[in-house]
């Protein structure tokens, strides 16, 4: 079985200070981990994915997201935020030879100018 | 690349009926994926496709939900007997082939109301 976290319902963050997104996640083997982000009346968008390798992982809109394996957790970072970062951010995880993926309940994002 | 495409937007529809819901993935991708999202919560899985072959289904999927992509291209969502739990929004995804390291590509989703 897998399940993803996502302790906090909302995050506020004033725009220009750092966010985080916080994710934990519970697998039998190796994980995929993902971030998507949803705004309002659109789609899923990928964001970033760790596969392997360097548990520091770069994506699109300036986000990066580290792996960290001894405490399961796969939080989202961003150095400096954006009213336009607004939106719902979903964490979710596969295994390696799995099928599908596992979503996070999500967490709101609000920045405020 | 035309993005995935789902239709219709919105279903409103009465207890009892019937609904089917229908998705385009972007062509060529192999993979196709169904799933429900309810207000405040995560996508959650119902079943998906490589090709014409429908390869898992969640429990989540009753017996009253019935999918299908006859051709590998197209697929449609269809629920009979709609129940007031079913409102929700129906995502469908696509990805290019069977990695499972693959990123998705989600449509906008089908909004439905069941009164």
């Known amino acids: 079985a897998q399940s993803v976290a996502q302790p906090e319902d909302q995050v506020n963050v004033a725009e220009g200070n750092p966010l985080t997104v916080k994710c934990t996640y519970s697998?039998?083997?190796?994980?995929?981990l993902f971030w998507y982000v949803q705004y309002p009346n659109r789609g899923l968008q990928f964001l970033l994915k760790y596969i392997t390798g360097d548990n520091l992982v770069k994506g699109s809109y300036g986000f990066e997201a580290e792996f960290n394996k001894s405490q399961t957790s796969f939080h989202l970072k961003k150095p400096s935020a954006l009213v336009s970062d607004s939106a719902l951010y979903f964490c979710a995880v596969n295994l390696s030879a799995g099928n599908k993926l596992t979503f996070g309940g999500g967490t709101r994002v609000l920045v405020k100018p | 690349d035309t993005g995935v495409s789902q239709n219709p937007r919105h279903k409103i529809t009465k207890r009892g009926q019937n609904v089917t819901f229908r998705c385009d993935p972007i062509?060529?991708?192999?993979?196709l994926y169904w799933y429900r999202q309810t207000l405040g919560q995560g996508p959650e899985f119902l079943t998906y496709?490589?090709?014409?072959?429908?390869?898992?289904k969640s429990r989540l999927l009753s017996d009253r939900f019935s999918a299908e992509r006859p051709k590998g291209s197209f697929s449609t969502l269809e629920i009979q007997r709609t129940e007031q739990g079913d409102s929700a929004m129906y995502l469908c995804?696509?990805?290019?082939?069977?990695?499972?390291?693959?990123?998705?590509?989600f449509g906008s989703g089908t909004q439905l109301s069941v009164l």
């Open positions: 697998v039998s083997g190796n994980p995929y």
């Open positions: 496709f490589q090709n014409e072959a429908q390869l898992e």
């Open positions: 995804a696509s990805s290019r082939n069977r990695a499972t390291n693959e990123k998705l590509f």
């Open positions: 062509s060529e991708h192999n993979r």
